[in-house]
């Protein structure tokens, strides 16, 4: 079983959050929740460690990858909208490790930090990136997680014949 601590840091936006020590993390949301009882749904809020600058609204089918890849130059969250997926990435001794995430799930990966979203289910979510991906000089490397290839930054990759 993994070890999990409370982290004070979420305790004054209103959630308490148990995190293990993987680098990749889901964040909780703070919540007014009159916005509940009000009867017409809810506000959610997340509030990210970094500026953000971009944000990409992504589709993946059932089965595909994202990802097999770390970025050197910024920070990325995801916000899933509709579906089911898997999360990986690898400790620092290369034992995988994962978050399981659906609709309403916040994650966020650090910077040069590996990983892969498999897709459970088909999914939607919106990525946002603490640098503009056309700023970097080196926006993305590739690195197989294990959980299939092709994805953008794969060397092995072939793009559709038109």
């Not at 929740?33 to 460690?49: A, E, Q």
Request: hydrophobic share 30%.
């Amino acid at each position: 079983m993994r070890s999990l601590r409370y982290c004070k840091e979420h305790e004054t936006r209103g959630s308490r959050n148990l995190v293990s020590d993987m680098k990749i993390k889901k964040i909780d949301p703070a919540c007014n929740l009159d916005t509940v009882r009000d009867g017409r749904g809810g506000i959610f809020t997340f509030y990210p460690g970094k500026p953000i600058v971009e944000f990409n609204f992504q589709f993946v089918n059932k089965g595909k990858i994202r990802g097999n890849h770390f970025h050197p130059e910024f920070d990325e969250y995801y916000l899933f909208t509709e579906g089911n997926a898997v999360v990986v990435t690898k400790s620092d001794a290369g034992k995988e490790e994962f978050l399981y995430v659906g609709k309403g799930d916040c994650v966020y990966i650090p910077q040069g930090v590996p990983h892969v979203t498999y897709a459970i289910t088909d999914f939607n979510m919106v990525t946002f990136l603490t640098k503009k991906w056309d700023d970097c000089k080196e926006p993305i490397v590739h690195e197989n997680m294990g959980m299939g290839t092709g994805d953008h930054g794969d060397p092995s990759y072939k793009a559709p014949a038109k």
